[in-house]
Nanobody, 115 residues
């Protein structure tokens, strides 16, 4: 089992920045990818960004050039640096870890972009 603990959300004005963190604990060997998804009210959960153990990254088109995903050297913490935030980035953000064929999810953290 993998447990995920997220932090860093909150309220920010348009154009501002936030940094999300997610630390994995438990059985963390053989993690394939770490990433972030988000879900706004009335919408489906969608991929924001993902990073592989080899450092490869993939971003959703709406966040390219504004968000950066990274991990620590221990490969147990994933970060999402969010810059130039827009109101449409408002959502609950979920940390995701894929280990073998199993998906693990964090509890979700609210990000609100509003003036």
């Amino acid at each position: 089992q993998v447990q995920l603990a997220e932090s860093g959300g909150g309220l920010v004005q348009p154009g501002g920045s936030l940094r999300l963190s997610c630390t994995a604990s438990g059985t963390i060997f053989a993690i394939d990818t770490m990433g972030w998804y988000r879900q706004a009210p009335g919408t489906q959960r969608e991929l924001v960004a993902v990073i592989t153990g080899g450092g490869g990254t993939n971003y959703a088109d709406p966040v390219k050039g504004r968000f950066t995903i990274s991990t620590n050297n221990a490969w147990n913490t994933v970060y999402l640096q969010m810059n130039s935030l827009k109101p449409e980035d408002t959502a609950v953000y979920y940390c995701n870890v894929k280990r073998t064929i199993v998906d693990y999810w964090g509890q979700g953290i609210q990000v609100t972009v509003s003036s």
